[in-house]
């Protein structure tokens, strides 16, 4: 299968997305694949065993959101200098959605910018962190915070890795997938009701549908600057939700899960969404074990929350909410009390 993302503006930056395509990596020049040794440890013989190249080398970082900063970026940036990567040389990051931000990051940074592709190993970044061209880091003033748009080009996705993924990140994947469903598409969304996930045919078939919708949002807002911020539906509660509980207690997507119940919660009374709609995208979370509701010991407090956003532009607050199945609407004029009361419904 292949996916192919134009950029109709600017086709220097056009690249495909192949799935399960198992084709041969063959690449001129210097390489270094950037991994972590989780993901080495797994899969790197694999990757190798089809991989060539004129000088290869291997970059490890740690695993974990903790390494992706200043210091791995530095990390890589060295190796590069001490291997003496050129213009013509290639990253390629391997592994999830962290060691893809930070690789893209990387290969945007040395001498002004080099290529890279993208062989993602987790659902997430298979769906969802792999595609689109957002790199960058974490600082202490928050997540993501240094970063640059830069697209791969291209991205190798291998369903063959998930095998290894733990169950719940690959739920974590699941609620990347059930956010593009929501907002985008009502087809995609009525077939992921019915569908298996862990069926390898079914799980091909939504990694396709979520990287065409993503492929889609991207070429019409490389730089969100309107349309691509749909893509953090149910992303405004979460964020609270993985601050309140300081990133420990739930995987990012698990905190979308949550996130989304609220968002359509809070749709529901805007009368954008049924009460059965919201059930049916329950239904489906709940399908993968995912969280889907948390305990809010203060409102007021969990409201201020959304302003503390680092990335918040202005004083408004913005939620992405689904409208219908398959649609979406932005909003930056909600009523407080409208969520206040949204809120409650989850206070203990
Ligand atoms: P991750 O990269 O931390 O991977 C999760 C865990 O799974 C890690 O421990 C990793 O080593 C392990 N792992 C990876 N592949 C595996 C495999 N095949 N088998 C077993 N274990 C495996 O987390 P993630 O969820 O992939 O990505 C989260 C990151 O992605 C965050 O930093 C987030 O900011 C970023 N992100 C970026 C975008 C984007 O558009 N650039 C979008 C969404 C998320
Ligand atoms: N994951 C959100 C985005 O790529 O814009």
Same mark, same amino acid.
């Given at each position: ?76 940036? @060295? ?30 940074? !040395? ?78 969304? @009525? ?58 207690? !739930? ?43 948390? @305990? ?53």
């Amino acid at each position: 299968m292949k996916v192919d993302i134009s950029f109709e503006a600017k086709s220097s930056s056009n690249y495909s997305v192949f799935i399960d395509s198992d084709k041969s990596l063959i690449f001129s020049g210097k390489v270094a694949i950037v991994t972590n040794p989780k993901v080495a440890g797994l899969h790197l013989k694999s990757l190798l065993e089809k991989l060539t190249s004129d000088e290869l080398y291997i970059i490890t970082i740690p695993d974990g959101e903790f390494y992706k900063n200043q210091e791995s970026l530095d990390l890589i940036l @060295e190796n590069l200098f001490n291997h003496k990567f050129n213009r013509g040389s290639t990253l390629i990051a391997f592994g999830g959605g962290v060691i893809g931000d930070m690789t893209g990051f990387a290969a945007s940074l !040395y001498q002004r910018g080099i290529d890279f592709v993208q062989i993602p190993t987790t659902l997430l970044s298979q769906v969802d962190a792999s595609v689109g061209g957002k790199t960058g880091i974490n600082n202490k003033f928050g997540k993501n915070l240094i970063g640059a748009f830069r697209q791969p080009q291209a991205v190798y996705i291998e369903t063959e890795y998930l095998k290894t993924l733990p169950s719940r990140e690959f739920g974590a994947g699941v609620a990347e997938i059930v956010k593009m469903a929501v907002t985008f598409d009502k087809d995609f969304f @009525e077939w992921l009701e019915n569908a298996d996930l862990r069926s390898i045919e079914d799980l091909q078939l939504a990694i396709k549908k979520s990287v065409e919708t993503k492929a889609w949002v991207v070429a019409q807002d490389e730089k969100e600057k309107g349309l691509r911020a749909v893509l953090n539906y149910g992303h405004t509660f979460a964020h609270v939700v993985e601050n309140l509980t300081n990133y420990k207690r !739930y995987l990012h997507g698990e905190a979308v899960s949550i996130g989304i119940c609220m968002a359509n919660d809070l749709a529901v009374r805007l009368d954008l969404l049924s009460t059965s709609q919201s059930q049916r995208v329950k239904d489906i979370l709940v399908r993968y074990d995912l969280p889907t509701t948390f @305990e809010i010991t203060d409102v007021e407090a969990f409201y201020d929350h959304f302003s503390l956003d680092k990335k918040a532009d202005d004083s408004k607050i913005k939620f992405i909410l689904a409208k219908g199945l398959g649609d979406h609407q932005m909003r930056d004029d909600i009523d407080k009390e409208i969520v206040l009361s949204t809120l409650k419904e989850y206070s203990v």
